[in-house]
């Protein structure tokens, strides 16, 4: 049995969305500070951190559509200071099945996919080539755009864009009945050059539309260079109660 994890590692500085606060890790309390009799020490830190950051999981609550959010439900009537009464992250429970992994990137002949590509249906189903994509399955988008994390600027793609699902792509997950998608950049959907996140169309279409959970930011390219495609996906979120997203560390379990 072969583990792949699927997490970006998280640290001080790495790319993210400019509309999400910012990853801070600290030493709060060092060896030394205080010694135990006997001589033990322990040390501690702090996190302070967006639930949008690093690789993640968005919640429904995450996106409205005027002023609704997934099923009808008014944004308003379900938020607070204290997060939402409803489809927050805890609400979604723990994945455990079936994952499919869909390279884009390969299939063009190519390990990253240009800034500002889209996705198209005809990709997806050409990814698949003989592998049904099954009702309960996480189909995982891979556009080679992990190999880029390192790179800030380019990994963002604030001028000149980043490749990911556009609508046709996203109605074809949906049609099938997936029960969540993943991709290796900080929005998932195709972002087109110089466009920011002004505009997020599949957002809309899979959370508020049809209630599938986004994974962002994931580490895909070892899944892509093994050539695995079908595995069992483990995915749990941390269980922060009406938040809007979480921390996430998937694994793709391979027989």
């Given at each position: 049995m072969k583990v792949f994890d699927l997490a970006q590692p998280m640290r001080r500085g790495m790319p993210q969305s400019p509309n999400h606060p910012a990853y801070t890790h600290a030493l709060v309390r060092r060896h030394g500070d205080q010694v135990r009799p006997g001589g033990g020490s322990a040390a501690n830190d702090i996190v302070v951190t967006g639930t949008h950051v690093g690789t993640h999981i968005?919640?429904?609550?995450?996106?409205?559509?005027?002023?609704?959010?997934?099923?009808?439900?008014?944004?308003?009537?379900?938020?607070?200071?204290?997060?939402?009464?409803?489809?927050?992250?805890?609400?979604?429970?723990?994945?455990?099945?079936?994952?499919?992994?869909?390279?884009?990137?390969?299939?063009?002949?190519?390990?990253?996919?240009?800034?500002?590509?889209?996705?198209?249906?005809?990709d997806l189903s050409a990814a698949a080539g003989d592998m049904e994509i099954r009702p309960g399955d996480a189909v995982l988008v891979g556009t080679g755009w992990s190999r880029l994390f390192e790179d800030k600027s380019g990994f963002v793609g604030a001028e000149g864009g980043v490749p990911g699902v556009g609508e046709e792509a996203a109605n074809w997950l949906v049609a099938r009945g997936v029960a969540v998608t993943g991709g290796e950049t900080i929005a998932y959907e195709r972002i087109a050059p110089g466009a920011g996140h002004a505009t997020l169309p599949v957002h809309r279409i899979l959370l508020v539309e049809a209630g599938i959970n986004i994974v962002e930011t994931m580490l895909l390219a070892g899944l892509a260079d093994a050539g695995v495609k079908d595995f069992q996906l483990i995915l749990a979120p941390l269980k922060l109660v009406g938040a809007t997203g979480s921390p996430v560390r998937p694994l793709a379990v391979v027989p």
């Open positions: 968005d919640a429904l609550a995450h996106v409205s559509q005027d002023g609704l959010l997934h099923g009808g439900l008014r944004a308003a009537e379900v938020q607070s200071d204290a997060g939402f009464a409803r489809l927050g992250i805890d609400e979604f429970p723990p994945f455990v099945g079936r994952g499919v992994f869909l390279d884009v990137a390969a299939l063009h002949g190519v390990p990253v996919l240009p800034p500002g590509y889209e996705v198209t249906a005809s």
